[in-house]
């Protein structure tokens, strides 16, 4: 039998938060070797629309939101790249008064959390953004919040944690998983690996891993859909989403604008997601009816990811509750990109002190415990 390589902390998941770990454990001078089966962040980490926002979120997530806007603030200094990072604000529209009062009610929210928020009705609206259409009647606005590629974070984190000594390994699945003696022992094609702690950020296959160990939580596959126009120009500066959902659309400088909304189709087994040409027209249709301007403008490329998602919406984010050493951080509902740099430091706290400053209130594996419910 191979000897297994030993390392301190062992990474399952090669997204932002994998490798935002693997970072933070490697500075701190642990011996990490990360695994991820494809590409670092070819599934939901680059494959997403690229919105860095704090508002609207579940209040257990916002304390990981404003860490982890502290840390997209630094990212140069942190990777020695922006990743595209812009503060743009985000703002979240309102097409009736129903969602006009969910806006106002999640002021209280945001008040609690010292998230900077702006309430606009109609006339304000229409005198900063004169290019949204009629059926949008409210809108509030988040001017720290923003966007960025999601294309360069994961591997511009997975660089740094390979110049601070962490070892990523691509391509390489882990096809078993075990524990005992207080180590952990996963074997690959590249061989076994032990360490006495394990990190859990394998997106919606964190669910299998999770089970593995009697930790079984109602996770489901998500499959984004996503498209972006032919360049046109610039004149959408903010991050958009919608009360309700259904559309999200970003402009970048040089004109395109990034859209999504709905699901296209995929399976983890594979793993493949494809997206949805009836969709795509379906989300375009209603991106029309709140920037009318958009009306004729060509969708040159569309795509999508596979993403965990969990009943409540939001993460699972912390200690294992039956195996010592083991943690996760998985479920991230389509809404982690802008998690990642501040999990993977809450991971590497974790793995390394026992214990973290963020708060994670509500996001612990225990809430599923009794839910016993079917993992698919």
Known sequence: MTTPREADVLVIGGGGAGCSAALHLARRGAHVV??????????????????????????????VAKRSHELW???PQLIGTDCEFVQ??????ARSEAEAAELAAYLDVARSHALELQLLGRAMLRARYPWLGPSVVAASFAPGDGSANPRLLAPALAQAARESGAAILEHTAVTACHHGGGRFLLET????????????????WGGQLAASFGEPVPIRHLTPNMMVTEPVPYFIRPNIGVAGGGVYMRQIPRGNIIIGGGHGTGDPSVP???????????????AVALVPDL???????????????????????????????????FGFSGHGFQLGPAIGAILCELALDGRTETPLDGLSIGRFARAALPVG
Do not use: C
């Open 272 to 286: 493949m997601s494809r997206p949805s040409p009836e969709v795509t027209l379906q989300v375009m249709q209603r």
């Open 295 to 329: 009306a004729g403008v060509s969708v040159i490329r569309s795509w999508s990811g596979i993403d965990g998602i969990l009943p409540d919406k939001i993460p699972v984010v912390g200690p294992s509750l039956t195996t010592p050493g083991l943690f996760h951080a």
């Open 34 to 63: 990360l695994l991820e089966r494809g590409l670092v962040g070819s599934q939901a980490s680059g494959s997403n629309y690229g919105g860095v926002r704090q508002q609207g979120r579940h209040p257990a997530e916002l304390p």
């Open 88 to 93: 743009t604000g985000h703002l979240k529209l």
């Open 73 to 75: 603030k630094r990212l």
């Open 189 to 204: 094609a590249a061989g076994p690996f032990t360490a006495p702690r394990l990190l859990n950020t394998a997106g919606f």
